[in-house]
């Protein structure tokens, strides 16, 4: 950063947060650029601290228990002594919704987490010197005011000096409207001003039917890659050439923004057909195509891009760039590089699944979710070997939800991995019931799926190893599956996690092996114990004596690797037959039982079936 003036040293910066490690994070190095910082973990400690001494900046978490972010500062913006005071949002929320909100309740600027030291420390200063300028032209005019009572006399004489500082004043009141309208780093406009032209646009609209305007929506894709590797200066020069190169492809009708981060909004007005704003898209997207030479590096890198029609709405502009927001997720899901036009049933979409999240937040504290058990048979015994457990959702509204429907929703928000710890504490009961029912013997096993979000939490062994320790279960029974994605980076990390659950004697297993990485060098080196074939190569069997596909070879792989093999999915006679003359080990489908609840598997374990 540039060194910053005098009267910017030892400023009072409040900062208000309940993650501890983000208070120190900030605290050190706001200290280290000469700041006298204060700390407070909620909302009502930092009103407090404003009551003590108004700080000239504040740094406000906006998610903190009891109190928001937003009702702090509409507490502060109240006050007035504290009114005034710049309020800078922390989030890692990336909602349209909180964005606008954040502005509505006083926020000056906002920052997103995981906070980049350059951004924080150029937003911070900014923030300053806009308030800075604001003290000054207040303490101008107050100047002005006196002068001019006392000097009527002397009008004559002093009126050139008077000229001079209203000019003053009048340049630091474009200093201040800019910098609150303009992004400090590209110097593009930022989302305030970019929300009044897009109001205008809308105005046009009502006015004139015909006047034709659109919304893109742009974020690069693994820009993160760049900030991580070469480092956050060489990712701040690298938005300066992206902003430089957006506008080239644009025309001066047309405003294009910084939001923030590696996100940019442009506003089409003029459009002779709504058609068009496709083409333009076309057209930035083979601008980013070119490398970036920068002043030490050349980067490539491309962008994603959702477009919304001014012709859906006409009233919210912020329901305009939430919308295109949306079609740029979708262009992303798709496979990046690409745009994504807004159709209004995506919103619907989108609000469905914010209910859906919300609702699977709160499913297993109100005991929603069920566990389900799908018998493993034996191939050599026919006889059950054990059970995969599968998870259900019985919602209290809309009834049974598909595990196809909300289990990537758990995993995209991380919720799976408390859903699947509390799978596998239900499996480990259900199955000691049974032991105690004498339904089955202690060497009936237990498979339950892992998510590969343990891999990135270290407490999981220690769950794992205490409910172990609880329960007394015979650990080998349990068998954990993972599916190859899930280790096909082989980190160190994942490597370690992988031997730590050997060394409690609890077996792995590859679910829906061949569908994935499929590898043989990660077979090799990680302690893998089953390998399950997936449904998709089962259903090829058929009678025929050349129609075993790579189901032969990934058996051979199983028993060559001292491993098991698991077949899924097996819904005939001859698939069975196929199997078992394959040799293989074990098997699972609809041909010997749906998944189960608990009370129909304690039915089925009593008649002791045998295929």
Request: overall charge negative; some cysteine.
């Amino acid at each position: 950063m540039n060194a910053k003036p005098l009267e910017f040293l030892q400023k009072d910066i409040l900062i208000v947060d309940d993650t501890q490690d983000n208070l120190r994070y900030l605290a050190t190095i706001l200290t280290d650029e000469g700041y006298k910082v204060r700390k407070a973990l909620n909302g009502q400690m930092a009103l407090k601290a404003c009551r003590v001494v108004v700080p000239d900046l504040i740094l406000l978490d906006i998610m903190m228990p009891d109190m928001s972010g937003y009702q702090v500062c509409e507490i502060l913006k109240t006050n007035d002594a504290t009114c005034e005071v710049p309020v800078i949002f922390l989030s890692a929320l990336d909602d349209a919704f909180d964005k606008v909100k954040a502005f509505n309740v006083g926020g000056v600027d906002y920052i997103s987490k995981p906070f980049q030291l350059e951004e924080v420390l150029a937003r911070i200063q900014t923030q300053l010197i806009r308030r800075a300028a604001e003290l000054k032209i207040q303490q101008l005019n107050a100047e002005l005011e006196s002068r001019v009572q006392e000097r009527t006399l002397q009008l004559e004489c002093s009126n050139q000096d008077l000229l001079q500082e209203i000019k003053e004043r009048k340049q630091l009141q474009e200093q201040l409207l800019h910098l609150a309208l303009h992004d400090s780093l590209t110097n593009l406009p930022n989302r305030s001003l970019f929300m009044e032209r897009l109001d205008q646009a809308i105005a046009l609209r009502k006015a004139n039917p015909d006047y034709q305007f659109a919304v893109l929506f742009l974020d690069c894709d693994r820009f993160k890659v760049v900030n991580d590797s070469l480092g956050h200066l060489v990712g701040d020069e690298l938005l300066i050439a992206i902003g430089q190169r957006l506008q080239s492809t644009l025309t001066e009708n047309d405003t294009l923004a910084r939001l923030g981060g590696d996100e940019f909004a442009v506003l089409l007005e003029e459009l002779p057909t709504l058609d068009r704003s496709p083409a333009i898209a076309d057209c930035i997207l083979d601008s980013l195509k070119e490398p970036f030479q920068l002043s030490r590096y050349e980067v490539f890198i491309n962008a994603s891009i959702g477009i919304t029609l001014g012709s859906f709405y006409n009233e919210k502009p912020e329901y305009l760039l939430r919308d295109a927001d949306t079609a740029m997720y979708r262009a992303k899901s798709l496979g990046k590089g690409q745009y994504y036009l807004f159709n209004p049933v995506m919103h619907e979409e989108a609000l469905n699944r914010l209910q859906l999240e919300n609702d699977l937040r709160r499913a297993v504290e109100r005991k929603e979710f069920k566990v389900y058990y799908q018998p493993i048979i034996s191939l050599t015994t026919g006889r059950i070997y054990g059970f995969e457990s599968l998870v259900r959702w019985q919602h209290p509204v809309r009834g049974f939800i598909p595990p196809v429907e909300f289990i990537p929703v758990a995993e995209e928000t991380g919720l799976i991995a408390n859903i699947d710890l509390w799978v596998l504490g239900e499996s480990v009961r259900q199955i000691q019931d049974w032991q105690h029912q004498n339904l089955i013997d202690e060497s009936v096993t237990c498979s339950v799926n892992l998510s590969a979000r343990h891999f990135l939490q270290s407490s999981f062994i220690h769950r794992l190893r205490k409910l172990l320790e609880v329960t007394q279960i015979n650990p080998q029974i349990l068998k954990l599956e993972i599916t190859e994605s899930a280790i096909a980076n082989k980190n160190q990390a994942t490597l370690d996690i992988l031997h730590q659950i050997r060394d409690c004697q609890v077996e792995l297993s590859i679910d829906d092996f061949g569908t994935g990485y499929s590898s043989l060098s990660y077979l090799e080196e990680f302690p893998v114990n089953v390998l399950k074939i997936d449904r998709s190569f089962i259903k090829r069997i058929d009678g025929s004596e050349h129609n075993g596909g790579l189901v032969p070879g990934i058996i051979g792989i199983a028993h060559t690797m001292g491993m098991i093999a698991i077949a899924e999915g097996v819904e005939t006679p001859i698939q069975l037959e196929k199997l078992r003359r394959l040799g293989c080990d074990f098997a699972q489908g609809y041909l010997f039982a749906k998944p189960l609840n608990p009370d129909a598997v304690a039915e089925l374990l009593a008649r002791s079936p045998q295929w």
